[in-house]
Structures are given as structure tokens and as C-alpha cells.
């Protein structure tokens, strides 16, 4: 992976307004000199997730923390290079490596040209629903009952039906048919023509979570096969990541912390019409781990809707055991036979809607209910093979007690059955690697760790200091690995922002020592003169232990003036420690 250059995150970071970068997911409120939401990390009802204008954020209930970035990549499911990138793109900042890297380079620029066709597209597409042309699309969008509200809000438009009416406008933008098809919006066919990609269709434009058009849906308004058809992968836009709708939907999400599901995108639409702006899409494809995670950054609950035929309970399945498997919560709801999300609202209105999600059925118990039809062996087969799936012990736990409360078995005899007593421990010994929290504070009682987060407190929340501490010896006071390791990359980096070198667990501390109050310039003074003279205690321990080892070795050799010169010194060093006391 290539290494960023320190002045693109620099750059970032001075250009991206943490509390307005936050405010996209989560209804922030002021509270004095920082903001607090309700964390869109976890489920909980009151606020504890903190936001401080100086970049960082910080629960105090899951404690997720970071800076611009690291919530950024956090909230829309992306590792560290990836949500550089995105933050770049829209910043409009260039990017360079430490190492030139020709293939990144032109996959970059790609990238970019990608994204900057895709919103072309979608304005010559919504322009093109407004042209006499567009006029069969705007009937069939009265005939569903879509309002002109909806239509701006989620983008809709036309694609005229023509083999290369996109192309020509993507032209007259100075993008070559190539470029375009190598973006998705074009297609190329064996004999080397290209034209359009989408003819005589319904565009919906799929977002990311920035609001960039990446991909399309289309339906036909013609009657060409097949009725939809989808964007296919490009290099912005990859299956199975994304959710149709996300992006309208996010705000609701994290405010209400649970999401509605559903499938087609006029059901998405007609939701939203109807008030249930949490409403979001599958596209195209069965649920993916990937929209679960992407997903679970607004929310831990998940209602799925879907038809109440043979496919959709199949479907209701799959998707519950997805969301399960993740270890989030879900409910199920089947619509009626014979209708879909759509012809329901437009029918017999939101509260008739409102009365399925009002009685929907715990994920779980849908599961065991729909695999098992009151054989108890075949729920058995199906908790020992779903238990397989679950990357956590302590979900698998979970998930036992909860299934032998169902079914009516004690819960001893299902374990014995599922012969996984090993693997369903909630036991110490079965922690997650991860649970590093837990690990430091089993750790803290020791008086070596005490001291050390002391000492690395004053120096996160005083950088200031770096160099005089780095000079009086502070890397010789340290004893944890965790300290020595936290402080050898603030003394290498004392004049730039250390930030992005830290790994997640060194920066979790780091903001921990920043968000806690501000102390005011007396406290700071008054802790730097107790720094002091600890460190040089320190130093003339060190120093000390030095002189005895010393001492050994002139006696041993019968320099009796080096004896004598020692004996002095440690004199000198026993007087200069009782000073101290």
C-alpha cells in the first residue's frame, strides 16, 4: 500500500470541518465548547459521543475515537488509504505517495474522471426528463404516484432512447467514448462500437455517502429486456457495497437508530414519500456482509421488508441470518399476498404500513420458525451450522441462550447437543483479540502503567513539551511497551502532526487524554515542575545504579581513586534524592 505524503492528510485535515464533516450523519447539538449526538457507533439514547472542534471525536460508551478521518472511514465502512482518497477527491486535493507508483497514479485519475462522468451523466439525464422526449418517463412517474419532491430529491431523470445520446454530451465535455466505457456509462461491443449504456429507460442514480452519483438503475419504459438493469462494476461503483437510497436516508437512520430494508427502488421512493425517510435498497443482488457493515455504521437494528411469497421469505431468511451474523439486531416484516411496499402505501396509506412494522417478528425467532417448521433437529442443524459463521465467541453465547429460550429446551441440553461447549464460552479466555480496552484496564493496577500514563498524559495533552521531555530523559522513565512505543513516534515527530502514525489503539488514548477537560495554565505549570523533578529522579536512579555497578568493578580491579570518586558521587546523588523529598 502506498504511504501518503504527510502533507495531503495535513492538508486535509486543515480543510475538512470536523463538527459540518460529522453533522452529515448525526444530529449534533452544542454543549459548550464541544457537540454531542448519540453515538452512530452503538445503540444508545442519550448522547455520549463528543465532537471537539479541535478535530476529534470520542464516545464515552464505545469509545470510538479519532480524528476527521478516522471518522470518516469509520462511518462509511472504508479502510484508512481508501477514505483518504474519497476525502481528496472531494476536497479537490491533490494526491501524491512517498513513492511514485505509475499503475495508482493513472487508476487515480480514472477514479476522478469516473466520478466527474457519472455526475455529467446524471444532469444530461434529468434534463432530459424535462425535454419533450422525457415525457413518456414523467407519465409513468405519475402513474406511480411519485411527487416532484421525490423525483428532485433522489435525482430521477430520462435516458433518452438513442445509442448515443450520452456519448455525444460526454463528448461535448471532452470525454472520449473509450473513457466513458471504461466508467460504465458506455458499452463496447465485440466489433469495437460503443454507445449507450442505458436506451429508452427510468434512471435512478445510485450515491455514495458523499452524495456522488456512482452507478444507475434503469427501468425500461419501452419494453425491452430486462425490465432493470444496473450500473456494472467501474471503478467507482462495485456490487454488493452500496445501498440505493443510503445517502438520502443516512440523517433518519442515525437519529432513529434502526433502518427499514427493502428491495425495489420505487419502494425506497414511496417510503420516503410516505414519511419513512430510514427506507433503503438492496441493488440488484441478495444482501451482501458489506452492506450489512455499511449499513451498521448508522445503526445496530435493522427492520427487512419484503414481499410474502416463496422468494421473499426465502429472501427474509438469508437476509436475517446476514444481519445476524454481523451481530446486529433485526425484525421481519411479509407484506401481504399480492402486494409490494409500493401498492400498499399508495393504496392504503402509511398506517396501514405502520401497523406491519408495529408487529413485526424478531429476526431470530423468523429464523428458527422458518428453518426448523417445529422440528427441533433441524433448528438444532441450523443454530450448529449458523454458529459456525459468527466471528465472536461471545455472539455465539448469545445466540444459544436465546435459541433455548425459543424453542423450549434448557439450555445445558442444547449446548451438549451443538457439542461446542468450547465455542460458546462468554468467558475471559474467549475475549476477541480487539477487546483491547478491556485488556489495558486488567493491566492497570500496575504501578509501572500508572506512572507511565501519567507521564504520556501531560506530554499528549501538552506537545508543546515534546523536545524539553525528549532532553530530560523521557524515553528513560517509560516502562510499558505501549508507552515507550507512543512516545519514540512523538519524539521523532515534534514539529508535525503525529496523528496518522498512531495505530488505533495508541490513538483512542490520544484523544482520551485531549477530550477530557482543559486544564488551565497555573495546572499545566504546576504539573511540568512535577514532571521535572520526577524525570530527574529518574535520571539520577539511573544514575545510581550506575555508580554502584561501578564501584563493583574499581574494587574489584583495586583502583582504590575511582573507589573514592564513586563512593563521593553516590553521595552526592543520595543527597541530591532526599532534596527531593
Known sequence: ??????????????????????????????????????????????????????GYYYCFGCRASGDAIDFYCQINGLDFRDGVLQLADELGIEISTAKADPVADARRRLRRDSLKMHGIAAEF????????????????????????????SFGLGYSPDDWHALEKKLR????????????????KNE???????????????????????????ARTLTGDDPKYLNSGESPVYVKGDHLYGLFQARRTIA?????????????????????????????????????????GGFCSEFTLVFDGDGAGRKAAL?????????????????????????????TQGAEAFQLLLDSAEDGLKYCLKTVGQNST???????????????????????????????????????????????????????????????RRVRSSTRGEKLDRQLMRFAVRNPQYVRDLESRGMGEALSTQFALGLWDKMAANPDSDVFPELSDLEKRYWVECRVKGTDSEEEVQREWCEMCEHLERVRLKHQQKFSIDALRMAQMNGDQAEVARLLQLQQEILGRLDEQH
Open 255 to 295: 437519529h432513529k437508530k434502526y433502518a427499514l430494508l427493502t428491495e425495489g427502488y420505487t419502494d425506497v421512493l414511496s417510503l420516503h414519500q410516505f414519511g419513512f425517510t430510514n427506507a433503503c435498497g438492496v441493488l440488484g443482488t441478495a444482501l451482501t456482509p458489506h452492506q450489512v457493515k455499511r449499513l
Open 318 to 346: 438469508r437476509s436475517s441470518e446476514m444481519v445476524l451474523s454481523q451481530g446486529l439486531k433485526c425484525k421481519v416484516v411479509l407484506l401481504p399476498d399480492g402486494e409490494d411496499v409500493d401498492s400498499l402505501l399508495q
Open 125 to 152: 439525464y434529468q434534463s432530459s426528463l424535462q425535454a419533450p422526449a422525457g415525457e413518456i418517463a414523467r407519465n409513468y412517474i405519475e402513474t406511480r404516484g411519485l411527487s416532484p419532491e421525490t423525483v428532485q
Open 1 to 54: 500500500m502506498a504511504k501518503f505524503d504527510s502533507g495531503v492528510i495535513a492538508a486535509i485535515k486543515a480543510r475538512v470541518d470536523i463538527v459540518e464533516l460529522v453533522r452529515r450523519y448525526v444530529d449534533l447539538k452544542r454543549a459548550g465548547g464541544r457537540w454531542m449526538a448519540p453515538c452512530p457507533f452503538h445503540q444508545e439514547t442519550k448522547p455520549s459521543f463528543t465532537v471537539h472542534p479541535d
Open 377 to 439: 433437529r433441524e433448528i438444532v442443524e441450523w443454530v450448529h451450522k449458523f454458529l459456525e459463521s459468527l466471528p465472536n465467541p461471545e455472539w455465539k453465547s448469545a445466540i444459544v441462550s436465546e435459541v433455548a429460550l425459543n424453542i423450549g429446551l434448557n439450555e445445558h441440553e442444547l449446548r451438549s447437543r451443538l457439542r461446542v461447549s468450547g465455542k460458546v464460552s462468554g468467558t475471559r479466555e474467549n475475549m476477541p483479540e480487539n477487546c483491547a480496552g478491556a485488556k
Open 172 to 187: 461535448s465535455c471532452r470525454y472520449s467514448p473509450e473513457m466513458a466505457a471504461a466508467a460504465g456509462l458506455l458499452m
Open 191 to 217: 466489433r469495437g462500437n460503443i454507445y449507450d449504456r442505458f436506451r429508452g429507460r427510468l434512471m435512478f442514480p445510485i450515491h455514495n455517502l458523499s452524495g456522488q452519483v456512482i452507478a444507475f438503475g
